[in-house]
């Protein structure tokens, strides 16, 4: 009996190691290859309730109780779905009711609310243990309303003149007036513009962060974001600068990609894509059209902030709702685009248990941990699958076949191809590509795990309504005939064994009679 399982384990070792085995050639991380999980500090997690003051959970504009140690104790479980970087709302000390941080009082403390300096850098370290990147959303447009410097004589020209924006076309007025009517900083003045590049580097120098999302870009002069972008990088060569240019037109941001600033809040497409995924049957055409538009516009066209919703806008899953739709069911197909295309993914914490939200404050709700994990489990597999094959981050993309929210491309990258499915329609599809990939290739479905093998040139490609799916060209599984028989013949020992048993339990039974 022993000779018969070590049979058996042999011939399954055997088996298993005939299996071939993936693996992302190891390169060196490029900020390209991040997928960014986007967290407002005050609504994520409370890991600590001796900081909760003046928290009321039922007033949506007030603050909640998330802090530095709530997100300490998150950082497995975003690294477990893929997660490589964290990007957190203004952590600085800020004006009353400033639950959102962007009504800065002290550029060199931390909200109490959120915790002690200390705990912020433990949350530093504890993410860069994990190999995960912490970026800071920093503002130099504005402080927060009823700032005690406007009272300061020695700060008078800190300030632009107190006037709204009436005229958005007017590029001097966007800069200098005063925005949601928030005190203007006047970064044209020495004194001021010292304060500010001098608190961003000693972030850097203090806590060893990895980047900036520069808040309201447009809303200050190209001059200083030059300065800036030196400063912060001559305290680390890595450091990534994300802006927000908040303008439909890319013609307008680009005017900004020669001030150092690495990358941008992709806005333009992000209307297509909440457009295109916020129910079924719709056209990705646009997508593709924007996406080749980045490639001729921009310098980095790779390190654009990719997104569907964030905490200035109406969840997406809202939109969905509002058209009837399962609003999982949406953010797969809408999240399966942005991971398999070019740009750096950008999703906003809750994304994941497809929350729903209206205007601000109501797509700030408290995180909830204990929802339904449906969607975890595909961002867990689709962040696998990115950070396994470069040519998802870093390769170049060929639209193969778009109509009526049926689309196919590929992503290519040295000697890696992957091929891309998303049938946006609400219908099964069936496609048959004719393309010149190299002789004994097929296609393996990662998601579904789904084969495809060609017939000459051609593959067909079938999808169910609503579903994708990501291809790996791959050479084709030989038949091997000698793990077969193995196999046959391990069937053959196996019931030999059991026949054996069962005439030796008959001979016992016997000679019990």
Known sequence: MKKSVS??????LLLISSIPLLAAEKEERKMQDEVIYSIMVDRFNNGDVNNDKDTNPNDPKTYHGGDFKGITEKLDYLKDMGFTSIW????????????????IKDFYKTNEHFGTIEEFKTLVKEAHNRDMKVILDFVVNHVGPGHEWLSDPTKEEWFHEKKPISNWNDQ?????????????????NPDTRKYLLDAAKWWIKETDIDGYRLDTVKHVPKEFWTDFSVAVKSEKDSFYLLGEVWHDNPNVVIGYQDTGIDGFMD?????SLRTAFEKSDKSLGWLFSNAARNEKLYHRPELLGQFLDNHDMVRFANLSIKNKQDPVTRWKQGLSYLYTTPGIPIIYYGTEIAMSGGEDPDNRKFMNFNADKDLIHFITKLGAIRQQLLSLTRGDMELLYEEAGM???????????VVVAINNTSEMQKV???????????????????LINSKGNKYSIVLDGEQSEIYLLADKSAINWFYIGIFLASLVVFACFIYFLVRKSEKWNDIGR
Do not use: C
């Open 432 to 450: 048959v590509l004719e393309v010149k990939f190299e002789k004994n290739k097929e296609l393996r479905g990662l998601i579904g795990g789904e």
């Open 7 to 12: 049979i058996l384990v042999l011939i399954t």
């Open 407 to 417: 689309a196919i491309f590929k992503r290519t990258y040295r000697d890696e191809t």
């Open 88 to 103: 957190l709302t203004p952590i600085f000390e800020n004006m009353e009711n400033g639950y959102h941080g962007y009504w």
């Open 172 to 188: 001097e007025e966007v800069e200098n007036g005063w925005l949601y009517d928030l005190p203007d900083l006047n970064q044209d």
């Open 267 to 271: 806005f333009s497409q992000n209307d």
